[in-house]
């Protein structure tokens, strides 16, 4: 099977940390220490000491709160930071010419979000909260500045494009030459497999998108998405309530993404 990082999200995520002080009375920006949080070896590199911990610490100074189906950041708008999801689930979409809005990506807790605003200086997409969420807000520049004393900052920074760049190219790869069940299952695939790196089940899920947001992104319409999940729940793969998923048979699942039937 090939490993594509195409689209997380799934059940919710907390991160259980030490009490921090709330330097602010702004209910939006909380002040927060990567060195306390428990989603850190996701988000930032490994193997910092104490000094270069304290100093990302007051990069990363301030949380934000975002509400369900509230934008992060809006397509066109000045690019100024990146942010870190603590808790919840976005999506990130583009609106098309006939006023649909194509879902680009899901993002989870642990990742980073916004690297789509690098390369012009604005974003590209908009960012919206599929649950309530909170996220770190990352000052670019102060980043670009620390990564300059902290080696281990800029190569972080420079994997976590990398990831973006692999995931374009598997998300062209199920558009192009995969059928429908391929899709589907190649999708549920890399949501267990992105719980299960956050310390969840690797067979139960919980879906924080609709049936035609992943349409949207697998390039399928909702009926048929909708005539999918049927048909692996019909054929034992998996169970399906709602929005509740519990996969039955992995192997299953992977023999289909693997399938050599012709396209």
Excluded: W
């Amino acid at each position: 099977m090939v490993e594509t990082d195409l689209a997380p999200g799934a059940a919710g995520i907390a991160c259980h940390e030490k009490p921090v002080k709330i330097t602010t009375m702004d209910a939006q920006t909380i002040k927060v220490a990567c060195s306390n949080c428990n989603l850190r070896e996701l988000c930032m590199p490994l193997g910092l000491n104490a000094e270069q911990l304290d100093k990302i610490d007051e990069i990363v100074a301030v949380r934000r709160k975002v509400k369900r189906g509230s934008t992060l950041f809006h397509n066109g708008e000045k690019f100024t930071s990146l942010y870190a999801i603590r808790t919840g689930f976005f999506k990130t979409c583009v609106g098309t010419d006939d006023g649909r809005d194509q879902v680009t990506g899901f993002q989870m807790a642990g990742e980073i979000i916004g690297l789509d605003g690098i390369v012009h200086d604005h974003h590209t997409c908009d960012a919206v909260a599929l649950e309530d969420a909170e996220v770190c807000v990352m000052p670019f520049d102060r980043i670009e500045e620390l990564s300059r004393e902290v080696n281990a900052l800029q190569h972080h920074v420079h994997k976590i494009m990398s990831r973006e760049i692999v995931r374009e190219h598997g998300v062209m790869l199920l558009l192009g030459s995969m059928r429908a069940e391929e899709r589907l299952a190649a999708f549920l695939l890399n949501l267990v497999q992105r719980l299960h790196a956050r310390g969840f089940s690797q067979s139960e899920l919980v879906l924080r998108m609709t049936r035609e947001e992943i349409g949207s992104y697998l390039g399928l319409k909702l009926e048929t998405v909708s005539r999918t999940f049927s048909k692996f729940a019909d054929d034992g793969i998996v169970e399906v309530k709602q929005r509740h998923v519990r996969i039955l048979d992995t192997d299953a699942l992977r023999k289909i993404v693997n399938s050599p039937a012709c396209h």
